[in-house]
């Protein structure tokens, strides 16, 4: 329960976030990762999850908000409310977590195979060698092989092999496979 109650708070990753899509049968993946600053407090990861999950978490709040003021007041001053409420706390989110999110270190790729090949667009290359490497330190975490210092050390080390700011456009770099 203990685990379920941090993921929730904190994230899936404490060392940032995966996002692949479309999850499906198509032709095409688009990968993105997000590595966050090595030796992040737990309040600040749980900030950057919190502003990252705003937009949906906040959308079901205004959900609710609206079945709980019901008729209440007018439809127009519900609204009102709802959105001055949704868009204080997305403001507040992102200034608290401006210089967190300036801090972390991004990478793309796309990949779309094309008659019975693969076309991979983007810096795949980073991107793939930054899952295998948190892979086995997060493995090593568990099995308790390494220490909480060792653990910071390797997140420092993927951390800076990435390039800072923005990922390169997309379309920069094709490789065939």
């Given at each position: 329960?203990?685990?379920?109650?941090?993921?929730?708070?904190?994230?899936?990753?404490g060392?940032?976030?995966?996002?692949?899509?479309?999850?499906?049968?198509?032709?095409?993946?688009?990968?993105?990762?997000?590595?966050?600053?090595?030796?992040?407090?737990?309040s600040?990861?749980?900030?950057?999850?919190?502003?990252?999950?705003?937009?949906i978490?906040?959308?079901?709040?205004?959900v609710?908000?609206?079945?709980?003021?019901?008729?209440?007041?007018?439809?127009?001053?519900?609204?009102?409310?709802?959105?001055?409420?949704?868009?204080?706390?997305?403001?507040?989110?992102a200034?608290l977590?401006?210089?967190?999110?300036?801090?972390?270190?991004?990478?793309?790729?796309?990949?779309?195979?094309?008659?019975?090949r693969?076309?991979t667009y983007?810096?795949?290359?980073?991107?793939?060698?930054?899952?295998?490497?948190?892979?086995?330190?997060?493995?090593?975490?568990?099995a308790?092989?390494?220490?909480?210092?060792?653990?910071?050390?390797g997140?420092?080390?993927?951390?800076?092999?990435?390039?800072?700011?923005?990922?390169?456009?997309?379309?920069?770099?094709?490789?065939?496979?």
């Open positions: 329960m203990k685990n379920i109650v941090r993921r929730i708070l904190e994230g899936e990753h060392w940032g976030r995966v996002e692949v899509a479309p999850v499906g049968r198509t032709v095409w993946s688009r990968y993105r990762v997000a590595v966050f600053p090595p030796g992040l407090s737990r600040e990861l749980r900030s950057l999850n919190f502003y990252y999950s705003w937009p978490a906040g959308a079901l709040a205004a609710f908000a609206f079945a709980a003021l019901g008729s209440t007041w007018p439809v127009v001053l519900d609204v009102l409310a709802v959105a001055a409420v949704y868009s204080g706390v997305f403001w507040g989110a200034t977590t401006r210089d967190l999110r300036s801090r972390i270190r991004r990478v793309a790729a796309v990949i779309v195979q094309l008659e019975g693969y076309e983007g810096e795949a290359d980073i991107l793939f060698a930054t899952l295998d490497g948190f892979s086995e330190l997060d493995a090593r975490q568990q308790k092989a390494v220490t909480p210092a060792q653990y910071e050390a997140w420092a080390q993927l951390y800076d092999a990435i390039p800072s700011g923005e990922p390169r456009a997309i379309e920069a770099r094709a490789k065939r496979s």
